[in-house]
């Protein structure tokens, strides 16, 4: 199984960061504007449609959200490209900022250079909209 690990730094205060990321329908004004161009909530907030800039639409199932630790979890399990996909985001406070860590496990295992081409552009995207 492949991992790809994200990290870094944003100017806002950890509460903020977990506040974007959190917010599980919004990933798409509060989190990674322009990389996610819409998402929508289903199954009572459960599931997040995900629309990409790119066009490509994924649904996105919520696994667990941690307020105490800021960790929020999800996985993809319809997905004609991966037959395995798990992600987790994590904020954690770093001097008057954050740092966000955002992982994922997928397979196969074939698609680690698209997947981290998209976590690089998730993640500036990410970075952008998180310092404003």
């Given at each position: 199984?492949?991992?790809?690990?994200?990290?870094?730094?944003?100017?806002?205060?950890?509460?903020?960061?977990?506040?974007?990321?959190?917010?599980?329908?919004?990933?798409h004004?509060?989190?990674?504007?322009?990389?996610?161009?819409?998402?929508?909530?289903?199954?009572?907030?459960?599931?997040?449609?995900v629309?990409?800039?790119?066009?490509?639409?994924?649904?996105?199932?919520?696994?667990?959200?941690?307020?105490?630790?800021?960790?929020?979890?999800?996985?993809?399990?319809?997905?004609?490209?991966?037959?395995?996909?798990?992600?987790?985001?994590?904020?954690?406070?770093?001097?008057?900022?954050?740092?966000f860590?955002?992982?994922?496990?997928?397979?196969?295992?074939?698609?680690?250079?698209?997947?981290?081409?998209?976590?690089?552009?998730?993640?500036?995207?990410?970075?952008?909209?998180?310092?404003?």
């Amino acid at each position: 199984m492949a991992t790809i690990r994200k990290e870094f730094n944003v100017a806002a205060p950890p509460e903020k960061v977990w506040d974007a990321l959190r917010d599980f329908g919004a990933l798409h004004t509060k989190l990674a504007r322009g990389f996610v161009a819409d998402a929508a909530l289903e199954e009572g907030g459960a599931v997040r449609v995900v629309t990409f800039g790119n066009g490509v639409v994924v649904r996105e199932h919520l696994v667990s959200a941690d307020d105490a630790a800021r960790r929020l979890a999800y996985a993809i399990s319809d997905s004609p490209r991966f037959t395995h996909y798990s992600a987790s985001a994590q904020v954690f406070a770093d001097g008057a900022g954050s740092k966000f860590v955002w992982t994922v496990d997928f397979l196969p295992n074939e698609m680690a250079a698209l997947q981290e081409a998209a976590m690089n552009a998730g993640g500036a995207a990410m970075q952008k909209t998180l310092n404003g």
